[in-house]
């Protein structure tokens, strides 16, 4: 369970507890809702769920989402918990070949995007409503990790967002958003490669045969493969 007086890190360790169960719910749900996607016409196309963990009593957001047509019978899966500190933040949670993924979207970060990429002021967007909106946006994201210690910078469609990782790069916790028509000259630099880097995964056979899986392009020989957070600039 989510209590208010939980740090990161525990909150982190708590949702994980329900990787198994919650990704059997995922794969049974869209196995239900199947004609649903498959039928569509008009994208992006999603539909969220909430389900509740019998193990930890968390209330889990799931988004199942096709952005085109070629994801109709391998769409996105977004799962979600909201959390309160100062505000409604939410955790994001990806299961790995070799773990589980985890992005703790802050309240200030949240409330970044709300401002300076939906500019709304006015709090007319729900906390759930704007998480979709940047997910639903964001085909591709890209992860940067520079040489400043634990730093990390992820690139979507829409801004940068900038934060912190902890340990092996599976922890991430997202701080702050800025928009495109924000970002200095050496940023925007570092977003058009980001932009090629994207490109050259979403071109790679690895991408074509699985969009859903963790890629990365390799610094070295400009591989793509997917990410094991040991040799990769992704």
């Given at each position: 369970?989510?209590?208010?007086?939980?740090?990161?890190?525990e909150?982190?360790?708590?949702?994980?507890?329900?990787?198994?169960?919650?990704?059997?719910?995922i794969?049974?749900?869209?196995?239900?809702?199947?004609?649903f996607?498959?039928?569509?016409?008009?994208?992006?196309?999603?539909?969220?769920?909430?389900?509740?963990?019998?193990?930890?009593?968390?209330?889990?957001?799931?988004?199942?989402?096709?952005?085109?047509?070629?994801?109709?019978?391998?769409?996105k899966?977004?799962?979600?918990?909201?959390?309160?500190?100062?505000?409604?933040?939410?955790?994001?949670?990806?299961?790995?070949?070799?773990?589980?993924?985890?992005?703790?979207?802050t309240?200030?970060?949240?409330?970044?995007?709300?401002?300076?990429?939906?500019?709304?002021?006015?709090?007319?967007?729900s906390?759930?409503?704007?998480?979709?909106?940047?997910?639903?946006?964001?085909?591709l994201?890209?992860?940067?990790?520079?040489?400043?210690?634990n730093?990390?910078?992820?690139?979507?469609?829409?801004?940068?967002?900038?934060?912190?990782?902890?340990?092996?790069?599976?922890?991430?916790?997202?701080?702050?958003?800025?928009?495109?028509?924000?970002?200095?000259?050496?940023?925007?630099?570092?977003d058009?490669?980001?932009?090629?880097?994207?490109?050259?995964?979403?071109?790679?056979?690895?991408?074509?045969?699985?969009?859903?899986?963790?890629?990365?392009?390799?610094?070295?020989?400009?591989?793509?493969?997917?990410?094991?957070?040991?040799d990769?600039?992704?």
């Amino acid at each position: 369970m989510i209590i208010d007086s939980m740090s990161i890190e525990e909150m982190q360790k708590e949702v994980k507890k329900d990787i198994d169960s919650l990704y059997t719910k995922i794969y049974y749900l869209f196995a239900e809702n199947r004609r649903f996607f498959v039928k569509s016409k008009k994208f992006p196309i999603y539909k969220i769920f909430s389900w509740k963990s019998r193990v930890t009593q968390i209330e889990w957001n799931i988004i199942i989402l096709a952005r085109k047509k070629k994801e109709q019978t391998i769409p996105k899966i977004i799962p979600y918990v909201r959390y309160q500190s100062y505000g409604t933040g939410i955790f994001y949670v990806r299961r790995m070949e070799e773990g589980v993924m985890t992005i703790t979207f802050t309240p200030h970060c949240i409330r970044r995007y709300r401002e300076r990429y939906l500019k709304d002021d006015k709090c007319k967007f729900s906390v759930d409503e704007v998480f979709c909106h940047l997910f639903r946006n964001t085909e591709l994201p890209t992860y940067y990790y520079p040489p400043e210690e634990n730093k990390f910078v992820m690139h979507i469609d829409q801004g940068i967002v900038l934060g912190e990782y902890v340990g092996d790069k599976t922890q991430l916790l997202a701080k702050t958003f800025v928009s495109k028509d924000m970002l200095f000259e050496k940023q925007m630099e570092e977003d058009n490669f980001s932009i090629d880097i994207k490109n050259l995964v979403m071109n790679s056979e690895r991408y074509r045969n699985n969009s859903c899986l963790p890629l990365a392009v390799n610094k070295y020989t400009g591989d793509v493969d997917e990410i094991f957070y040991r040799d990769f600039n992704v």
